[in-house]
Each structure stands twice: as C-alpha cells, then as structure tokens.
C-alpha cells in the first residue's frame, strides 16, 4: 500500500495547461518555463530565477 504523501490537485484547466506544453516538445525549458523565471524573479525583487528539478524519483 502506498500513503500519498503529497497528492497534486489539477483542475481542468491545469491539467489543459500541461498538456499544451507536453505538445511543444519543450517540457522542461521553453516559453512556459522562461514566463515563470521571468515572473518570479520580478515577484522576488531579483534581477535572474532559474527554474530546476527536484530530481526526485517515486
């Protein structure tokens, strides 16, 4: 048995923004990723964000 330890919630328009990006072919970089940097680095009063991986592994 396995205990969610941390079970997303999508809802539909989530889920329809992943898979608009999963169809790019750009998952882990590309305009979505760049947007966010971008977004939080100004929402944090930096001049750079990078976005990363946790690399984890269920």
């Known amino acids: 048995m396995k205990i969610p330890v941390a079970k997303p ?11 608009d990006v999963i169809l ?3 998952v882990t970089q590309g305009a979505k990723v760049q947007a966010f940097e971008e977004n939080f680095a100004q929402y944090v009063g930096a001049k750079y964000a990078v976005a990363v991986s946790s690399c984890t592994k269920s």
């Open 24 to 26: 790019t072919g750009w």
């Open 9 to 19: 919630y999508l809802d539909a328009e989530d889920a329809q923004s992943a898979y």
